[in-house]
């Protein structure tokens, strides 16, 4: 009989695991690859891409031999002079580049006798790798649990259970080696079924592997063996290094750039100090160093943030008729970034991952790209008069905010002693962690769901509406008809030094439904002649 599924209570159940029992997914790599050694010092075998086939015998072997096609308005409308060619790599038969390590590491762990017949696979994954592997295992006949953060997209959780997967979510500000993250609540997963094995992409040396052996091999033959720079996100790191490696042995002076959001850690050294910022984008950037990441084979690191990755990822599908997802957007606006000075006759390669499918009610969504503020409202609704001026128009005063620890009591007396209906609560280094509300901290006094001792860092919400000083009173207004304030913030950047910067972003203020009312009504009750509002006098 086969185990029982996991579920929510099965979970929180579980004994968590022991230092010694969790095995870390960042530990140094004991990979001897170094340029210019001997081939034959290799440790590994090697695969080669798979044979175009007429006729498939399954599904399997339509993973890789994936297109490489060129960009053509994007580059000019920057003033690109260089080739920039996109290697698209939701051809694979699952939708994405994490097809290829899924069968490679599948395989390996059948050939080393890991997997047996009718064996569980549980994997830790940001959802691509899931998918693949799921894949691999509808054909092959083998169970499959899947463990994902909360924030990956409902697309990605539809198609797992399409493919026979157990899905398990963990929350998404769990730390990566928090009991509660998905890397540790997989790892307790295997303990408690028997035969369960975890296939662990960010050790896996058949990850990057896969890459050098059938992507970088694939890119290589299509270019002729010209590569000048090949750019790409980096989650694990396994794309990066394993294409990064196989351009180098051919091409020395190959720049590998590896493309990161602001928040995640991995295209900064270990020593600095890295704001953990939250980012919508998926699949790329995270709190630790996976072990197959070579940083060392990466020439450049560009960082990037949620707004261009995604509306270069919308340019994509509209100008050049590729429908992608959100990290191909990223990766593309950071080509674009490091290209900018190569000379006429150079040649770019940048991965796209993977594509639009997973996320049809995220950014390919205009609402819910103005729900996150990646898209202005423009011309605001009813051709009102004040719906492009500026937030900073208003009178916006900067709100009392509270630490995590503070209790729920002493937040309700605060609010009533200074007056406020809700507050900030951020942490030491001045991030904000969610908000608290006065009716929300009684009603739930009242019904005895908190303790009055309990901090309000364990009952915050965090889904709250953000502005700044330069978004659109119409904008604004759009946000205050689903809630009733926004927090008000603006990017502070910080000079740790004198080469190196960061950003932070700072609360300037809280507005709610009251103050803009109360802004419109005082303007138009001094103007009351003037119909049009401001501006209209220079109409």
């Not at 308005?73 to 939701?90: H, R, T, W």
């Not at 009952?459 to 000083?469: A, E, H, S, W």
């Not at 603006?490 to 709610?512: A, M, P, R």
């Amino acid at each position: 009989m086969a185990p029982p599924a996991p579920t929510e209570e099965t979970r929180s159940s579980s004994r968590p695991l022991t230092e010694d029992e969790f095995i870390r997914p960042d530990l140094p790599s004991k990979c001897t690859w170094q340029l210019g050694a001997d081939p034959a010092t290799n440790p590994h075998h090697r695969e080669c891409p798979r044979e175009r086939l007429n006729l498939s015998p399954d599904i399997l072997h339509e993973i890789g031999r994936t297109p490489l096609v060129r960009l053509n308005k994007i580059p000019q409308s920057l003033g690109l002079k260089c080739e920039m060619y996109v290697k698209c790599e939701y051809f694979n038969a699952g939708g994405s580049v994490k097809d290829r390590i899924a069968l490679r590491m599948v395989e390996e762990a059948e050939k080393d006798g890991r997997l047996k017949p009718g064996g569980t696979l549980i994997e830790p994954t940001s959802g691509n790798t899931g998918i693949g592997i799921a894949l691999v295992a509808a054909v092959k006949g083998y169970r499959t649990i899947i463990v994902m953060p909360e924030k990956m997209s409902n697309e990605k959780v539809a198609v797992l259970r399409a493919l026979g997967a157990e899905i398990v979510r963990t929350p998404t500000s769990a730390h990566w080696d928090s009991p509660e993250s998905h890397i540790s609540v997989a790892q307790r997963l295997k303990k408690e079924i028997p035969g369960a094995v975890i296939l662990d992409q960010y050790r896996n040396k058949d990850n990057p592997l896969a890459h050098y052996d059938t992507t970088a091999a694939e890119i290589l033959e299509q270019c002729g063996g010209q590569v000048d720079m090949a750019v790409g996100g980096t989650g694990t790191g396994g794309t990066i290094t394993g294409l990064g490696r196989r351009f180098k042995e051919v091409n020395p002076k190959c720049v590998i750039v590896g493309v990161d959001p602001h928040g995640s850690v991995l295209g900064h050294d270990k020593e600095e100090d890295v704001e953990g910022v939250f980012f919508e984008v998926e699949g790329i950037g995270y709190d630790f160093y996976p072990t197959v990441l070579d940083r060392k084979i990466v020439d450049k690191w560009v960082k990037t943030r949620d707004k261009p990755s995604f509306l270069m990822a919308r340019r994509l599908i509209r100008e050049e008729g590729l429908l992608c997802g959100g990290s191909s957007g990223t990766a593309v606006w950071a080509a674009c970034e490091a290209a900018r000075d190569l000379p006429e006759g150079s040649r770019v390669v940048v991965v796209l991952p993977d594509s639009v499918r997973n996320y049809m009610t995220k950014f390919l969504d205009d609402e819910w790209m103005k729900d996150h503020q990646f898209l202005d409202v423009g011309e605001a609704k009813h051709g009102t008069w004040w719906g492009q001026l500026r937030v900073s128009a208003l009178k916006v005063t900067t709100p009392m905010t509270v630490l995590p620890e503070v209790t729920v009591q002493d937040a309700v007396d605060i609010m009533k002693t200074e007056r406020f209906d809700q507050l900030p609560v951020i942490n030491d280094a001045g991030k904000v962690l969610g908000m608290v509300s006065l009716g929300m901290l009684v009603a739930k006094l009242a019904h005895h769901r908190v303790e009055p001792t309990t901090p309000v860092g364990e009952v915050l919400y965090g889904q709250f509406n953000k502005v700044n000083l330069d978004h659109s009173l119409g904008t604004l207004s759009q946000y205050l008809e689903k809630d009733h304030f926004a927090l008000v913030v603006q990017e502070q950047k910080v000079f740790k030094d004198k080469e190196h910067t960061d950003t932070k972003e700072v609360i300037v203020g809280l507005v709610t439904q009251l103050d803009l009312l109360s802004y419109i009504m005082e303007y138009e009750q001094k103007h009351k002649t003037d119909t049009e509002g401001p501006g209209a006098s220079a109409q």
